[in-house]
């Protein structure tokens, strides 16, 4: 009961951060769900709940959708997802925690090494494939998908809510890909059916609230905030992982 309820109110708080950044609230809330369950199994809850908050996102945002690009995203996450449903691949928390903590560090790469432009279709096809491969080996893929947007001319809503449909297709191939844990015994006994229903609700709450947030900030507080926000939280999990290591 207790997991439950710490799942519930992490979905909330963590998706204002995805409505008010586009980024953050997935790497927290995977991060929390790798604290409470095994790892195959925090990925397929982490998708279930995810998929929905950045489905919601995306229906909030709908009108600024910049929809070429993600038809060559989504061809390079199809590939991706027939890649590594054909190998075996067992997620450990180590792996997860490492991933979470290491995935950050390329918001800070120089601009001029990745010269990336999600309306180039090459840049978004291999982008596709890149960023949703990381999310099924650690859950998440945000800072690498905002790699794509480094040069991009898109406003801020436009990012939130194009992203959130590239996220949405990374959350989708963890369903198909360990979705079928969710029926197993660990995962019914970390959490049970109302509850999941109860963090989807409350995901899209926080989806909603960080929406509204989003309309009150500017672009340049937009941009800046969201590189030293995923930095603070991706360095909390690397020291994570390094206690696991040597813990």
Do not use: C
Not at 191 to 209: D, E, K, R
């Amino acid at each position: 009961m207790q997991a439950s309820v710490l799942i519930v109110v992490a979905a909330f708080l963590t998706s204002i951060l995805s409505g008010l950044f586009g980024m953050a609230g997935g790497i927290v809330l995977m991060g929390v769900l790798t604290w409470l369950l095994p790892a195959a199994v925090a990925l397929a809850l982490h998708g279930v709940i995810q998929f929905a908050s950045n489905s919601w996102r995306f229906l909030l945002h709908r009108r600024h959708v910049v929809w070429p690009v993600l038809l060559w995203f989504g061809l390079g996450s199809a590939g991706s997802l027939v890649f590594f449903s054909a190998v075996l691949f067992q997620p450990t928390k180590f792996l997860v925690f490492l991933g979470l903590g290491l995935t950050p560090i390329l918001v800070w790469l120089p601009e001029r090494w990745l010269r990336l432009d999600a309306a180039n279709r090459w840049h978004a096809l291999v982008g596709g494939f890149i960023s949703n491969g990381i999310s099924l080996m650690s859950g998440v893929s945000g800072p690498v998908t905002d790699l794509l947007f480094i040069r991009t001319d898109m406003t801020r809503h436009q990012v939130v809510a194009t992203k959130a449909v590239m996220q949405a297709m990374g959350h989708a191939s963890k369903i198909l890909v360990y979705g079928a844990l969710l029926l197993g015994t660990a995962a019914r006994e970390a959490i049970t059916l109302p509850a999941t229903l109860a963090a989807i609700a409350a995901s899209m709450a926080g989806i909603m609230v960080g929406g509204r947030l989003l309309d009150r900030i500017s672009e340049a507080h937009f941009r800046r905030s969201r590189r030293w926000l995923v930095t603070i939280v991706g360095a909390a999990f690397l020291v994570q992982a390094i206690r696991i290591a040597f813990g």
